[in-house]
């Protein structure tokens, strides 16, 4: 296994309910392609150097976790088709 971060960026305008219900489900999705979640930290909102999609801010989240190589294609696939996802981004830390 490789130690992976995931770092992606969520809507600012949600509401903290509908924030953390989105957290969770991309937490779900990243434990139901066999990787073990060992840190998530919630950065927060920040301002962008320039608009992505029409937004000017968003709401930061940095996961770190250990992953079989190749296992996290689906939730590159959900993360894509999420519209509460801005931009996401996938770093090997190993």
């Known amino acids: 296994m490789k130690k992976y971060e995931i770092m992606y960026i969520l809507r600012a305008n949600l509401e ?3 924030r953390k ?8 999705i990243i434990e139901s392609c066999n990787a073990k979640i060992i840190e998530s930290k919630e950065i927060g909102i920040k301002d962008f150097a320039y608009d992505i999609h029409g937004e000017k801010k968003g709401y930061y989240v940095d996961v770190t ?7 996290l294609n689906e939730f590159v696939r959900l993360a ?14 190993d």
């Open 16 to 18: 903290d309910s509908a």
């Open 21 to 28: 219900e989105e957290i969770e489900k991309l937490a779900k």
């Open 80 to 93: 894509k088709l999420d519209k509460n996802v801005i931009r996401h981004l996938i770093v090997v830390l």
């Open 65 to 71: 976790l250990n992953a079989e190589p190749g296992s």
